[in-house]
């Protein structure tokens, strides 16, 4: 089992910041990437970016240059740093992680509002 911890939501003013965290536990190992997706009231799931075991990252297009990943993997820790927010970037984040044997995990989302 992994189990996945986010935090670092809140409220913020359009063109601020806020750093995500996705703190991962458990079989660890069995993890093969970390992805963020986010929900936004009335819409579906979207993915947003996702970093793997080597450190590779991808990013949707409309976060990529203003959203980055990093880790600490001391910490079994991802973060999503995101600037020049956008009142569209407002909605639940929620981490997940692939798996290579078992089923993905998820965790319970951290809000992010974007007020204009």
């Known amino acids: 089992q992994v189990q996945l911890v986010e935090s670092g939501g809140g409220l913020v003013q359009a063109g601020g910041s806020l750093r995500l965290s996705c703190e991962a536990s458990?079989?660890?190992?069995?993890?093969?990437?970390i992805g963020w997706h986010r929900q936004a009231p009335g819409k579906q799931r979207e993915w947003v970016a996702r970093?793997?075991?080597?450190?590779?990252?991808n990013y949707a297009d409309s976060v990529k240059g203003r959203f980055t990943l990093s880790r600490d993997n001391a910490k079994n820790t991802v973060y999503l740093q995101m600037n020049s927010l956008k009142p569209e970037d407002t909605g639940v984040y929620y981490c997940?992680?692939?798996?290579?044997?078992?089923?993905?995990?998820w965790g319970q989302g951290t809000l992010v509002t974007v007020s204009s």
């Open positions: 458990g079989s660890i190992f069995s993890i093969n990437s």
């Open positions: 997940g992680a692939a798996r290579v044997v078992g089923p993905d995990a």
């Open positions: 970093i793997t075991t080597d450190g590779s990252t």
